[in-house]
């Protein structure tokens, strides 16, 4: 019994120290205003993420009230929001129409939990016919290796609402997840 109730006490400790409590109002302040720009506003990257896919592979975010980051106001309207690393710090790009309008940073970068996406995102249903069509593709790229097709980056965004008018969005783009903070009123 004394094992039990041991080992017990170590898991609740664990999970206690695990559990950390986070000042986002704080690193709101910390985080700058980005000093990034792109030539013509556009993405140097963006060819080689969509090279191999027949649609954007970004998160499509839809926005309908604005938000607010120091001085930076995000007009509402439909973005794709894609991260990129400049110089060793991550952004997150907010696109329209194929043109960077917004650059914010992220302040926040981890991995994505291994079983996050089986978990989440639903699974497509196919046809008979569809579903011989993908068999007969992935014969084909066994048979010539060139001719296999890379799979698209799983993408998932998650929003929430937190207090004093602070928003934080999580962005899932393959194998991490970034951390931005924004606000719902204007300082």
């Known amino acids: 019994m004394k094992k039990w109730l041991v080992i017990t006490l170590l898991i609740l400790s664990a999970s206690y120290a695990g559990a950390k409590t986070i000042d986002h109002e704080q690193i709101y302040r910390d985080l700058e205003s980005p000093k990034v720009k792109y030539i013509h506003d556009i993405d140097p990257g963006e060819f ?3 090279k ?4 954007s592979p970004y998160p499509l975010f839809r926005l309908t ?3 607010y980051f120091k001085d930076i ?3 509402p309207g439909y973005y794709l929001l894609t991260p ?3 110089k060793g710090d991550w952004y997150i790009l907010f696109k329209e129409a194929g043109k960077i309008k917004y650059i914010i940073p992220v302040f926040d970068r981890e991995i994505v939990p291994l079983t996050f996406y089986d978990d989440n995102l639903p699974q497509p249903k196919l046809a008979p016919t ?3 069509h993908l068999k007969m593709l992935d014969f084909m790229g066994k048979v010539v290796p060139s001719a296999q097709r890379k799979p698209t980056p799983k993408t998932f965004l998650e929003i929430t609402d937190l207090d004093n008018n602070f928003v934080l969005i999580k962005i899932y783009w393959g194998d991490y997840r970034y951390y931005t903070i924004f606000r719902t009123i204007m300082l």
């Open 73 to 75: 106001t995000i007009e």
């Open 65 to 67: 009230s604005p938000l």
């Open 52 to 55: 191999n896919s027949t649609w």
């Open 130 to 132: 569809q579903k011989m």
């Open 84 to 86: 990129r690393e400049h």
């Open 48 to 50: 080689y993420d969509i």
